[in-house]
């Protein structure tokens, strides 16, 4: 397979004005019968007529009447056409029922489903397949099926058949279809614009009543893409559909979303506060796409991040002002540290617009969507909220019903702030996560701050220039008063100095603050000042890093010198612990520390060889040793935390149960899990019966209680893929391999369902000890599966290839047993493009 490069780029030769497409769905032997009006792209000479097409029996094609009969390849078709505009039909056959790959038109659980984005439709009918050919289209579906929906607005239906239109022109990958038999929760919502437009969440009869949750995150993220981005809907209808087979999150299709039902269904009986969490946000992202994706796209795939980074910045936007700004903040640069950040320190990294790729599914990656957003972050920090708003009314203005660049994305905020971006946009296409090495000098009431920063090399780029790194910072003075509040420097050179005059006493600096930047502070410093921090600092994300720093260093001087848990940490804990005036989310996020994947990158980049049985054991050393210290707390902390009334989803009874399950986690290290088992068996929502298992299966209990759980839940399918991922997440080291290696024989272990194998394969490889023993046997386990799944399902096989990502910063022993599961991958035939991409990157 040959890679493409962005340098490369051409524009299409012929555009599209109208699609018609009419489906006769069979399971088999579905029927599309296409009809699409071209015409010649005056901005290029070229004139040669490509379509794409994948997987497609051509029954017949013609040119404005007149039969022809194409060149047919793997790829696509050529024609000789005629040199001005005509109209292209076509009739192919296809086959859902067979793509178990699950791109294109394929079939779940009896419903007929598309997923188009990034390249799907070619498998669905010949057409330029491209982002940056947009039409609107016309669709007619011909089933028995009851429901029969697409994109765009209802214009008649019949028994048997219905049409539907989508006025504003589109990509092809925003195309989709779905035809089941279905139930929908409704509402209506009438836009700032005046327009009624009607909302329905689609789900299997089975699952009627789940979709409530969905359905007002909708109505909410509406609401604020008109408040906060003046951005109103543009259709009469919104739909949403619930599918269980399917590869990704969900998907933003004009005016019919398709969502992996894991993201739309849930009842406070089988969905934790954290699904809940996530189906406002994934809702509201792929509403935001609305706007940011549809309206305007991307000019081509390596501009992904101009929909993404944007999209995900909103929604991240979105749930700050629906549930706590710090408390999401720190979450996201959790997430970000933890796949992200590991992503740029491995053989995988990548700019956040690549420059180049085989597969473009293999780009869907934590680079382009999480640090895509901390770009956009970083921009609103340098143009400030004003300026920002005002570039993006531009960029609406400018771009709307265009395929855009990130050239073009800079250029709006330029022409709107006057600011020169040309350094800015080295983060788009430098690889690598900054260093900042910042140290500090203090004379006659000078306070300096001196930055040098350096980003390592990474697969292909081994010279960095200088990136401009918005650095947020406060000082703080010895008694705890904030005497620089918040001010954000611009470091811009390699090495760069700032001053801060007038000051009475040798401040303390709060540097970073709020995660201005995706960076990784280096300073040297000790436990003394991060305790001052945790208790003082006024930045609720560094207060949290404080402690998250003080717990790291422990764990490390754990795990590379034996020592004890330190005293200074367990005393801050239990101050922070008790500290009422904070939020229990807050204290929830608090309790918990680094995880065995970080603390390994820590350790790594400390030149030190990880070695992840340690990190465990020090790890659950640490929490029991902070179950004993804290111990008066936990009981007391148990009984105030409760919520009273019926279960609310929202962030302030969540913020509580997070607590209270945190001080469960604590008690149970003491009283072996009484408490705990009592917590399960009185729990009356998901968040504590999972909870409660968790904690239970850490301390190596938990075995009659995940039977309970499994009899309880055996039928439903969301529910299942929690006992299954908790088990094998969970499971001690020792017992990993073997735990999951049985859970593959069992029944409901339905592999080819992308959410079953995350939740068993997937959950194994987050188990860091037990995927990394010594044996091999973990990485040879997941080879296996990885072998297996990927001849049926290559995206999903290729994007669980990462759980490879780290293989250099193990011992060479390990090292050797994961290059030879590599090796093993690589050599197979018949491997995907997907895959091939992925191991040969890992390898390379
Ligand atoms: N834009 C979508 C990304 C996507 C996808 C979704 C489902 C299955 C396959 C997919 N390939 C790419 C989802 C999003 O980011 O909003
Ligand atoms: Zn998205």
């Known amino acids: 397979p040959q890679a493409l490069y962005l340098a490369d780029y051409t524009p299409p030769a012929w555009l599209v004005d109208r699609v018609e497409l009419t489906f006769r769905l069979h399971p088999s032997a579905t029927r599309v019968v296409s009809r699409i009006a071209f015409r010649p792209n005056p901005e290029t000479a070229n004139r040669r007529f490509f379509l794409h097409g994948e997987d497609l029996t051509l029954i017949s094609a013609a040119i404005d009447g007149t039969p022809v009969t194409p060149d047919i390849t793997p790829e696509g078709l050529v024609c000789d056409v005629p040199d001005s505009p005509f109209t292209w039909e076509a009739e192919v056959e296809i086959a859902p029922e067979g793509n178990t790959a699950l791109e294109g038109l394929y079939m779940s659980n ?61 990509p092809a990958y925003l195309f989709a279809l779905v035809a089941g038999e279905l139930v929908a929760t409704s509402d209506t919502f009438t836009t700032c614009e005046g327009r009624k437009v009607e909302l329905n969440i689609w789900v299997r009869p089975a699952d009627q009543g789940k979709a409530d949750y969905a359905l007002d995150s909708l109505i909410r993220s509406m609401r604020w893409d008109e408040e906060f981005y003046g951005r109103a809907y543009d259709l009469d209808v919104f739909n949403i559909v619930a599918v269980d087979d399917f590869n990704m999150g969900a998907m933003e299709n004009k005016g019919l979303n398709i969502f992996n039902s894991r993201y739309v269904l849930a009842s406070p009986e089988t969905a934790t506060d954290r699904d809940y969490e996530n189906i406002e946000r994934i809702i509201a992202h792929e509403y935001f796409h609305n706007w940011t994706g549809n309206r305007i796209t991307c000019r081509d795939w390596f501009q992904l991040c101009l929909k993404e980074g944007l999209t995900v910045f909103r929604d991240q936007q979105f749930a700050g002002d629906a549930r706590s700004h710090a408390v999401k903040r720190i979450e996201d640069v959790i997430t970000l540290r933890a796949r992200q950040f590991r992503e740029d320190n491995g053989p995988l990294a990548h700019p956040v617009r690549p420059e180049s790729y085989t597969e473009i599914n293999n780009f869907y990656t934590a680079t382009v969507y999480e640090k895509g957003a901390e770009l956009i972050g970083m921009l609103r920090r340098l143009v400030g909220p004003e300026g920002y708003d005002k570039a993006l009314t531009l960029y609406f203005d400018r771009h709307d019903g265009q395929a855009a660049t990130i050239e073009d994305w800079l250029k709006v905020f330029e022409d709107a702030t006057g600011r020169d971006l040309s350094q800015f946009s080295r983060w788009y296409s430098q690889a690598g996560t900054p260093r900042l090495k910042v140290t500090d000098d203090f004379k006659d009431g000078t306070y300096t701050l001196n930055v040098e920063q350096q980003t390592p090399p990474t697969p292909g780029q081994p010279e960095k220039a200088p990136q401009v790194i918005p650095l947020a910072v406060g000082l703080l003075s010895p008694n705890g008063d904030e005497v620089v509040p918040t001010t954000v420097l ?140 804290l111990c008066p707390l936990w009981v007391p902390l148990y009984d105030q935390m409760t919520c009273p009334g019926p279960y609310s989803p929202g962030a302030a009874d969540a913020g509580r149960r997070a607590l209270r399950l945190a001080a469960l986690a604590h008690m149970a290290r003491l009283d072996q899990g009484t408490k705990a088992r009592a917590h399960f068996a009185q729990a009356n929502n998901m968040t504590d019966e999972l909870g409660a298992l968790s904690i239970l299966i850490e301390i190596g209990a938990g075995e009659e209680e995940l039977d309970r759980f499994a009899k309880r839940w055996g039928k439903d399918r969301l529910v299942m893929d929690k006992w299954f991922a908790l088990q094998t997440s969970l499971a001690a080291p020792d017992r990993a391999v073997s735990r999951t290696s049985s859970l593959t024989e069992h029944p409901d272990f339905h592999w080819k369902n992308p959410n079953r194998f995350r939740a068993v394969i997937g959950g194994f490889t987050m188990n860091a000890a037990g995927f990394h023993d010594p044996s091999g046997a973990g990485y040879d386990l997941v080879a296996d599966w990885l072998i297996r799944l990927d001849a049926v399902n290559p995206q999903t096989a290729a994007r669980m290839s990462t759980a490879f990502e780290t293989w250099t910063r193990y011992d060479a ?29 890992l390898l390379a």
């Open 490 to 629: 611009e470091v811009t050179e390699a090495a760069q100095s700032f001053r801060f005059d007038g000051l009475g006493a040798r401040p303390i600096p709060s540097l970073l603050r709020g995660f201005s930047a995706p960076v990784i502070l280096e300073r040297d410093t000790n436990a003394e000042e991060r305790a001052f921090l945790l208790a003082h600092d006024t930045d609720p994300f560094n207060k949290w890093e404080a402690g998250r720093a003080l717990a790291r260093d422990v764990l490390v001087a754990m795990v590379t010198q034996g020592a004890a848990p330190a005293p200074a940490y367990l005393d801050a804990l239990a101050a922070m612990v008790r500290d009422e005036a904070l939020d229990p989310a807050f204290r929830a996020l608090a309790l918990g520390l680094p995880g065995e994947d970080q603390l390994a990158e820590d350790l790594h980049a400390r030149g030190i060889t990880p070695d992840p049985l340690a990190i465990h054991t020090a790890r659950e050393r640490l929490k029991s040793a902070v179950a004993t210290h």
């Open 813 to 841: 022993d390990r090292q050797a047993r994961m290059r030879a599961a590599l090796e093993r991958i690589a050599g197979r035939d018949g491997l995907s493009r997907d895959m091939g991409e992925m191991v040969g990157r």
């Open 110 to 170: 009896g419903m007929y489903c598309t997923q188009c984005e990034a390249e799907g439709f070619r498998k669905i009918t010949y057409y330029p397949d491209r982002p940056d050919v947009m039409a609107p289209f016309r669709v007619r579906i011909e089933s028995d099926l009851p429901v029969l929906l697409s994109n765009g607005n209802p214009v008649g239906q019949g028994e048997g058949w219905a049409e539907w239109d989508d006025p504003w022109p589109k």
